[in-house]
C-alpha cells in the first residue's frame, strides 16, 4: 500500500479526527498513487495516523479510518451496518409512514465521498469521490447484505457528481434489481422518484422535517411554493389544509413532476397550480396575494469564489419576498450552499428585511435532519440552512 508524510506539524487536525487531508500538507509520497486508491498516512515522525482514499485535488486524502486496517468487505459492511443501526434507534427506518430517508451522509457517518438514499425497496448510491466510485460494486454488495430484503434495487447515480478531471467515464444504473416502481411515501404522502433523471439522488430527502413543519402553518393560507422542484412543500401545504398553494420552477420537467405527485395525494384538487417561470421574473409580476412563501433556491454558491454574488442573490430573492408578502405572513427561506456559513445566510436575509422596512420576527432557525448528520469532528458537513419568519 502507498504511504503518505505528512510535513511537520500537519497532523494536528487529523489528532483532531477530521476526515480531511489537504494536498498543502503533504510531504512526500512513497510511489505514485492512482486517483481513488486507498493510502496510508503517516506523520514526519512516520507515525501511523490514517486510512483512506487518495485523490487529485485540494483535498488529497479523504479519511476512510484512524485505525490501521484493510479497507475491505468487513470494512463496508460494518460502516453500512453502523449508519443503519443509527437510522432504526432515531426511528427514522422503521417510521410507519415513511419509506424514504438517508442511509450514508458522507462525513457525518465517516465514509466520505459517499451518499446512499432510501426510497421504498430501491437504494439510490451516489459517489463523490473517486475513491467511492471504484468501490462502488464492494460497497454494493455489503449494502445488500446488511439490509437484506428490505432493498430489492440499488441503483448508481454519479455521472454528475465525481471529478471530471479523474476520467472516471461514470454511467448510471442498476448495480442490483432494476425495478420501474419509483413512488416512495413520506409521512403518509405519496411522491415519485426521478432517479433516472432527476437533481440529486431524485428528490431532496433533506427537507422532509421542515416540510412536516410547514404542514404545521398552512391552515387556511395562500402559499407560493418557488423553486418547488417536484412539489414537496406544496402536497404538505396541501394536507395541512392551505387555501390555496402555487408552485414555480424554472424547469418545465419538474412542473411536471410536481403535478404528478400532487394528482398522487390529491387527485382533481383544484386548489394547486404550477408554473414553469423564473423564479424573479414571477416575483417581479406576482401580486400580494400570498401569506406563506417557500423559498428554497438551488444552492447559489458551490464554491468559496462565488460567495459574493451568492450573498446578493440571497439578499435579492428575500427582499422581493418580504416586498410582497402579505402583513402577517410567514416565509420559509434557506440555503443548501455548504460555503454559505449560517452567519452568511442570516445577514444576507436580515439585510433584505431591513431594506423592506417590515417588522421580522424568527419562530424558527432550521437545519438539515438527523438522517444526514454532521460529524462533530467536520463542522462543514452543516450545509442546510433555513429561517422561518412572521412578517408583520
Not at 487536525?13 to 512526500?28: D, M, Q, V
Not at 509520497?29 to 498516512?41: A, F, R
Not at 432515531?90 to 457517518?109: C, F, K, M, Q, W
Not at 395541512?240 to 398553494?245: H, I
Request: hydrophobic share 40%; aromatic share 12%; net charge neutral.
Amino acid at each position: 500500500m502507498y504511504k503518505v508524510y505528512l510535513k511537520s506539524g500537519k497532523e494536528e487536525s487529523l489528532k483532531r479526527f477530521h476526515p480531511w487531508i489537504f494536498s498543502g500538507a503533504i510531504s512526500h509520497i512513497d510511489g505514485e498513487p492512482e486517483e481513488g486508491e486507498v493510502v496510508e498516512v503517516y506523520t514526519a515522525k512516520k507515525e501511523f495516523i490514517a486510512t483512506g482514499h487518495f485523490q487529485i485535488g485540494s483535498i488529497a486524502v479523504r479519511v476512510l479510518s484512524f485505525r490501521q486496517e484493510p479497507i475491505n468487505h468487513d470494512f463496508w459492511k460494518r460502516k453500512l451496518a453502523i449508519a443503519y443501526d443509527m437510522r432504526r434507534s432515531i426511528g427514522i427506518a422503521t417510521h410507519p409512514s415513511n419509506n424514504t430517508y438517508r442511509l450514508v451522509h458522507g462525513e457525518g457517518d465517516n465514509l466520505p465521498g459517499l451518499v446512499i438514499d432510501i426510497y421504498a425497496k430501491t437504494a439510490v448510491m451516489q459517489a463523490h469521490s473517486a475513491g467511492m466510485h471504484l468501490n462502488r460494486m464492494d460497497i454494493a454488495e455489503a449494502l445488500s447484505e446488511v439490509m437484506g430484503d428490505r432493498i430489492e434495487n440499488i441503483y448508481y447515480k454519479s455521472e454528475t457528481t465525481l471529478p471530471f478531471k479523474a476520467d472516471l467515464f461514470p454511467e448510471n444504473g442498476f448495480l442490483k434489481g432494476g425495478s420501474n416502481e419509483n413512488i416512495a411515501l413520506e409521512y403518509g404522502l405519496k411522491f415519485h422518484v426521478d432517479w433516472l433523471k432527476g437533481q440529486k439522488t431524485g428528490f431532496f430527502v433533506d427537507q422532509r422535517e421542515n416540510r412536516a413543519l410547514l404542514e404545521r402553518y398552512a391552515k387556511d393560507r395562500s402559499v407560493l411554493n418557488m423553486f418547488c422542484y417536484t412539489g414537496g412543500f406544496s402536497f404538505y401545504a396541501m394536507r395541512g389544509g392551505a387555501r390555496l398553494v402555487h408552485s414555480v420552477d424554472s424547469s418545465a420537467k419538474a412542473i411536471e413532476l410536481t403535478n404528478q405527485n400532487v394528482e398522487l395525494n390529491f387527485p382533481g384538487d383544484p386548489r394547486h397550480q404550477a408554473f414553469a417561470e423564473d423564479a424573479f421574473k414571477y416575483l417581479d409580476r406576482m401580486g400580494d396575494q400570498y401569506d406563506l412563501i417557500i423559498l428554497d433556491p438551488p444552492a447559489f454558491a458551490k464554491h468559496k469564489d462565488a460567495l459574493r454574488n451568492a450573498l446578493q442573490g440571497y439578499r435579492k430573492l428575500n427582499a422581493k419576498a418580504f416586498e410582497k408578502i402579505r402583513p402577517g405572513g410567514i416565509l420559509f427561506t434557506f440555503s443548501c450552499s455548504q460555503v454559505v456559513t449560517k452567519e452568511n445566510f442570516r445577514t444576507a436575509v436580515f439585510t433584505a428585511a431591513a431594506m423592506s422596512g417590515r417588522s421580522v420576527r424568527i419562530l424558527h432557525q432550521l437545519t438539515q435532519p438527523a438522517d444526514h448528520p454532521v460529524n462533530i469532528y467536520h463542522p462543514e458537513g452543516e450545509y442546510l440552512k433555513g429561517l422561518v419568519l412572521y412578517v408583520e
